[in-house]
C-alpha cells in the first residue's frame, strides 16, 4: 500500500521535470540577475562589486560638488555618471548589483535619466549652456 502511495507521488514529479511549462506552485525563488559577479569569486567583495562602486562614487562625486555650491558641475557629473552606468550595462556581461531588472529595462532607465539630468544641467540658471526657446514660455506662463 504504502509503495503504491510513494509511485503515486513520484508520477507527477517525474511528469513535472519533463514539461517545459512553468510548475504552478514553486519551491524556490530565482536568484536575481544582480547577484552575478563582475570579477571571479577569489576576488574580494568591493573588487566584485566595481561598475556599482564606481557610478556610485561619480554620483557621491557630483552630490559633494552641487553641496558645495557648484550645481551645474555637480549634476552634469550625476549625469554622467548613470549614462556610463547604462553604458556598462549594455557592454559588460556581468556587472554585479548594477543590474537590478531585465538588461534592456536597466539601460533604458539609466540612459533616459543621465540624459535628462544632464540636460537640466546645461539648462540652470544663471547662464544655461544649453538656450531652450520654450521653457522661457513655460516659466512666465506657470510663474505669473
Known amino acids: 500500500m504504502r509503495a503504491e502511495r510513494d509511485e ?3 508520477a ?6 519533463r514539461s517545459r511549462r512553468f510548475p504552478s506552485v514553486t519551491r524556490d525563488t530565482a536568484r536575481p540577475e544582480g547577484s552575478g559577479r ?11 562589486q566595481w561598475p556599482m562602486l564606481s557610478v556610485l562614487t561619480a554620483t557621491a562625486a ?4 552641487t553641496a558645495m555650491g557648484h ?3 555637480g549634476c552634469l557629473v550625476i549625469g554622467v555618471a548613470l549614462i556610463a552606468a547604462s553604458v556598462l550595462r549594455r557592454v559588460l556581461p556581468s556587472v554585479g548589483m548594477l543590474a537590478v531588472r531585465s538588461r534592456f529595462t536597466d539601460m533604458v ?9 544632464t540636460l537640466l544641467a546645461l539648462v540652470i540658471e544663471p547662464k544655461p549652456l544649453l538656450n531652450v526657446p ?4 513655460a516659466v512666465r506662463f506657470t510663474v505669473r
Open 109 to 117: 532607465t539609466y540612459g533616459l535619466l543621465g540624459v535628462a539630468i
Open 62 to 65: 557630483g552630490l559633494l560638488a
Open 12 to 17: 507527477p514529479a517525474a511528469e513535472a521535470s
Open 71 to 73: 550645481p551645474r558641475i
Open 134 to 137: 520654450f521653457l522661457e514660455t
Open 38 to 48: 563582475a570579477v571571479p569569486g577569489a576576488v574580494s567583495t568591493p573588487a566584485r
Open 8 to 10: 503515486e507521488r513520484a
